[in-house]
T-cell receptor, first 119, second 109 residues
Framework: DTGVSQDPRHKITKRGQNVTFRCDPI?????LYWYRQTLGQGPEFLTY????????KSRLLSDRFSAERPKGSFSTLEIQRTEQGDSAMYLC?????????????????FGPGTRLTVL | AQRVTQPEKLLSVFKGAPVELKCNYS??????LFWYVQYSRQRLQLLLR??SRESIKGFTADLNKGETSFHLKKPFAQEEDSAMYYC???????????FGRGTSLIVHP
């Protein structure tokens, strides 16, 4: 396990097409996060999972965005009917939780990101 | 809204000079503050967090509740410190950190 991996690394698509990204977290991590990062900005939170449950979603996550983590391992982020404004780097991160410490913050390990360009 | 502000987009210094990357926050209660770093062609990674009170790669950051700041400091910059630095914070019952826009640090030889 060499860390969080994301696929693809780059995606170019035409406006209106659907795209799907995959994230494989560090194997023992039960939390998985999706972020979006645009030029000149820091990562912006989109959604997060604890095991297979999607526990929090940002208002940035419009109806065109959907994320899943069906078996509590890898996750997918789908964007339907892409728009030019969706062009960004999509980052995935994972972390573990301390037993009995649901509010704990353990270090997030980030993947390399998927760069989406919508033409 | 809870937020983290990094006022400088770019900080340029010479090797050996002191560095201070500014970060201000607006959280209620007792927030947790972090600094993340992204070196060229590498992933975003945690540099340090305020509760650890550590010095990592010569960097330190002190939480100043009176000034609501969490500035990152290093007394003598090295060329290998050149990177993007992001301040992040969480609080108000959320597990999720909010990131600042980042400061690009360039250390000239």
């Amino acid at each position: 396990d060499t860390g969080v991996s994301q696929d693809p690394r780059h995606k170019i698509t035409k406006r209106g097409q659907n795209v799907t990204f995959r994230c494989d977290p560090i194997s023992e991590h039960n939390r998985l996060y999706w972020y979006r990062q645009t030029l000149g900005q820091g990562p912006e939170f989109l959604t997060y999972f604890q095991n297979e449950a999607q526990l929090e979603k940002s208002r940035l996550l419009s109806d065109r965005f959907s994320a899943e983590r069906p078996k509590g391992s890898f996750s997918t982020l789908e964007i339907q009917r892409t728009e030019q404004g969706d062009s960004a780097m999509y980052l995935c991160a994972s972390s573990s939780t301390d037993l009995g410490q649901e509010s704990s913050y353990n270090e997030q390990f980030f993947g390399p990101g998927t760069r989406l360009t919508v033409l | 809204a809870q937020r983290v502000t990094q006022p400088e987009k770019l900080l340029s210094v010479f090797k050996g000079a002191p560095v201070e990357l500014k970060c201000n926050y607006s959280y209620s209660g007792s927030p947790e503050l972090f600094w993340y770093v992204q070196y060229s062609r590498q992933r975003l990674q945690l540099l340090l967090r305020h509760i650890s009170r550590e010095s990592i790669k010569g960097f330190t950051a002190d939480l100043n509740k009176g000034e609501t700041s969490f500035h990152l400091k290093k007394p003598f910059a090295q060329e290998e410190d050149s990177a993007m630095y992001y301040c992040a914070g969480r609080g108000g019952g959320s597990y999720i950190p909010t990131f600042g826009r980042g400061t690009s640090l360039i250390v000239h030889p």
